[in-house]
Nanobody, 126 residues
Framework: EVQLVESGGGLVRTGGSLRLSCAASGLSYDDYAIGWFRQAPGNDNVRISCISIIDGATYYEESVQGRFTISSDKTKNTVYLQMNNRKPEDTAVYYC???????????????????WGQGTRVTVSS
């Protein structure tokens, strides 16, 4: 069974940096995509960044572009999200999700029906 575990959340001051990790296990395929999502209290779950493992294609939501960087280590089945210049608006629970790219599919971002981790909380203080 596919399992995703997020780590790296915590408290950071405005302008500081955090690096989140999403480690996948139980995989039976080589091609997949992993995305990062976040949900603040009272707000919708928002897709912020995704990466395709095979071709390296990426997606960034406009509010984080230039501050966040997504990367992957295929040998470890792990995706990272480097978050620089953190703002109070970045406070949220961060989730990662995975979608297989089997059968000729070429997804960059997962969706709600795909595999999800349990989330890690990030708080940005002023």
């Amino acid at each position: 069974e596919v399992q995703l575990v997020e780590s790296g959340g915590g408290l950071v001051r405005t302008g500081g940096s955090l690096r989140l990790s999403c480690a996948a296990s139980g995989l039976s395929y080589d091609d997949y995509a992993i995305g990062w999502f976040r949900q603040a209290p009272g707000n919708d779950n928002v897709r912020i960044s995704c990466i395709s493992i095979i071709d390296g294609a990426t997606y960034y939501e406009e509010s984080v572009q230039g501050r966040f960087t997504i990367s992957s280590d295929k040998t470890k089945n792990t995706v990272y999200l480097q978050m620089n210049n953190r703002k109070p608006e970045d406070t949220a629970v961060y989730y990662c999700a995975l979608v297989p790219n089997s059968g000729g599919s070429s997804y960059i971002c997962p969706s709600a029906q795909d595999y999800w981790g349990q989330g890690t909380r990030v708080t940005v203080s002023s």
